[in-house]
C-alpha cells in the first residue's frame, strides 16, 4: 500500500539547522510531485515547498524561501527538506505529502508527520 | 487566508453540513480544488480532488462543488466519526503557491 514514512524531527536551536526525510512506498515516487506541508501547534496547514517528480522545478512559500531547501533522490525514492536558520514560528509538525500526476494538485498520500520545535 | 472558510459548522447527527471556500480568479477561479479532513492528532487525509472527484473509499455522503471562484463540500448523513477539521486548498498562480482555507470544524450535535 501507499506509504509515505517520515523521520529527522526534534528540538533544535534557533539559528540551526536539520533535515528531514520521507520514504516513500507502493507507488511509482518518480513519477509524483511532493510537497511539505506544516502545522503549527494548534494552528491550520501552511504549505512549505513543493518539487517536480523529477526535481526540475522547486517552489517555496514566502516564509521559507532562502531558508529552506526541498530536494528528492528518485533512486532512493526519498524526499527531503532542510531547515537552515530556524526560527521559534518554524515550530511546527511537518508532513510530506505525494501529488499523483495529472490531479491538479491533489495531496493524495501523507506521511505520519515530524514534529520539530525551535527553541533556546 | 486567502481562501476563506468558515471557522465552524454543526448538525446533528443524520444531518447535511455545508462548508464553503471562498478565493479569487488566481486561486479557485482557475484551478482545482481537493478537500482534505484531519482528524485530532493525525496526519490530513484527501477527501475530494479536482473540485468533485472522491478517491477510493471515501463514501459518497461526501461531495464536493465548484462554481466560479468558491467552492463547496458537503457532508450528507452526518456521523459522529466526521467531527474533524477540513481544509480547502489548491494552487494560487499569482503567489506560485499551493494556498489552504483556515479549516473548518465540524462538531456532531
Redesign the interface.
Known amino acids: 500500500q501507499v506509504q509515505l514514512v517520515q523521520s529527522g524531527g526534534g528540538g533544535v536551536q534557533p539559528g540551526r539547522s536539520l533535515r528531514l526525510s520521507c520514504v516513500a512506498s507502493g507507488f511509482t515516487f518518480s513519477t509524483y510531485g511532493m510537497?511539505w506541508?506544516r502545522q503549527a501547534p494548534g494552528k491550520?496547514?501552511?504549505?512549505v515547498a513543493?518539487i517536480w517528480y523529477d526535481g526540475s522545478r522547486k517552489?517555496y512559500?514566502?516564509s521559507v524561501t532562502g531558508r529552506f531547501i526541498v530536494s528528492r533522490d528518485n533512486s532512493k525514492n526519498t524526499l527531503y527538506l532542510q531547515l537552515n536558520s530556524l526560527r521559534a514560528e518554524d515550530t511546527a509538525v511537518y508532513?510530506c505529502a505525494g501529488d499523483p500526476p495529472n490531479?491538479?494538485?491533489?495531496?493524495?498520500?501523507?506521511?505520519?508527520?515530524a514534529p520539530v520545535t525551535v527553541s533556546s | 487566508s486567502v481562501l476563506t472558510q468558515p471557522p465552524s459548522v454543526s448538525a446533528a447527527p443524520g444531518q447535511k453540513v455545508t462548508i464553503s471556500c471562498s478565493g479569487s480568479s488566481s486561486n479557485i477561479g482557475n484551478n482545482y480544488v481537493s478537500w482534505y479532513q484531519q482528524l485530532p492528532g493525525i496526519a490530513p487525509k484527501l477527501l475530494i480532488s479536482e473540485n468533485n472527484k472522491r478517491p477510493s473509499g471515501i463514501p459518497d455522503r461526501f461531495s464536493g462543488s465548484k462554481s466560479g471562484t468558491s467552492a463547496t463540500l458537503d457532508i450528507t448523513g452526518l456521523q459522529t466519526g466526521d467531527e474533524a477539521d477540513y481544509y480547502c486548498g489548491t494552487w494560487d498562480s499569482s503567489l506560485i503557491a499551493y494556498v489552504f482555507g483556515i479549516g473548518t470544524k465540524v462538531t456532531v450535535l
Not at chain 1, 44 to 47: R, V
Not at chain 1, 103 to 113: K, L
Open positions: 510537497h506541508v491550520g496547514l501552511e504549505w513543493f517552489d512559500a514566502d508532513y490531479s491538479g494538485f491533489a495531496f493524495a498520500s501523507w506521511g505520519q508527520g
